[in-house]
């Protein structure tokens, strides 16, 4: 399949462990946050969002965390699988203009079997 | 779910052809975005429509084109490809303007010779 990034961050797990994938962003006056999920040769998968008056929304198997003071995202992942394997990036809603999306440049995960 | 569509999963294009890449989104969705992702840089925004015959330039927008006749549809020109052009392209759309969520096509890997 294509790689979407071929010096990305990776993070190698074993199925079954949690994984915590993290992001900084730029803007402290953004105010929302999503998570995409791009397998190989794919579009970006929405995961989950947060909005900025909240630090912590959990979804199927997914957690985001929000620390605005330090200006930092994570994804939590709980018992991976091997299908989680994927490029990660997160997106920041800048607040300016007309509030285009930023996004990261993604982490690789990696989950052995 | 939101269905957003794109004509070509693989191009190939010699330098100066004319391209066209078409996006089609199946929610009535009001916002569609066009990007290009290259290796070590992320998503980069090309060029934007938040309604039908409008259009803003995103940040590189610059060798490309777009049209928007239809709210279901949103096309990216390269009016003379160059090689510097080689990239993934994807397109997306949102609900409307504001920081909302954006979904995403397959992508369309286009190479230029």
């Known amino acids: 399949g294509e790689s979407v990034g071929l010096h990305l961050p990776t993070l190698s797990v074993q199925e079954g462990d949690n994984s915590i994938i993290n992001c900084a962003y730029s803007?402290?006056?953004?105010?929302?946050f999503i998570w995409y999920k791009q397998e190989s040769g794919k579009g970006p998968q929405f995961i989950i969002d947060i909005r900025s008056n909240m630090d912590k929304r959990q979804g199927q198997r997914v957690t985001v965390l929000l620390n605005k003071t330090v200006k930092h995202l994570s994804l939590q992942i709980a018992a991976t699988q091997p299908g989680d394997s994927a490029v990660y990036f997160c997106a920041e809603n800048t607040n300016t203009g007309f509030q285009k999306l930023v996004f990261g440049t993604g982490t690789r995960l990696l989950v052995s079997p | 779910d939101v269905k957003v569509t794109q004509s070509s999963r693989y191009l190939v294009k010699r330098t100066g052809e004319k391209v066209f890449l078409e996006c089609v989104q199946d929610?009535?969705?009001?916002?569609m975005f066009w990007y290009r992702q290259d290796p070590g840089l992320g998503l980069r925004l090309i060029y934007f429509s938040y309604d039908v015959k409008m259009k803003e330039k995103g940040d590189i927008p610059e060798g490309y084109s777009v049209s928007r006749e239809k709210k279901e549809r949103f096309s990216l020109i390269l009016e003379s490809a160059s090689t510097n052009q080689t990239s993934m392209y994807l397109c997306?759309?949102?609900?409307?303007?504001?920081?909302?969520?954006?979904?995403f096509g397959p992508g369309t890997r286009l190479t230029v010779l």
């Open positions: 997306a759309s949102s609900l409307r303007t504001g920081g909302e969520k954006q979904f």
């Open positions: 929610m009535d969705h009001e916002n």
């Open positions: 803007n402290s006056a953004s105010d929302y």
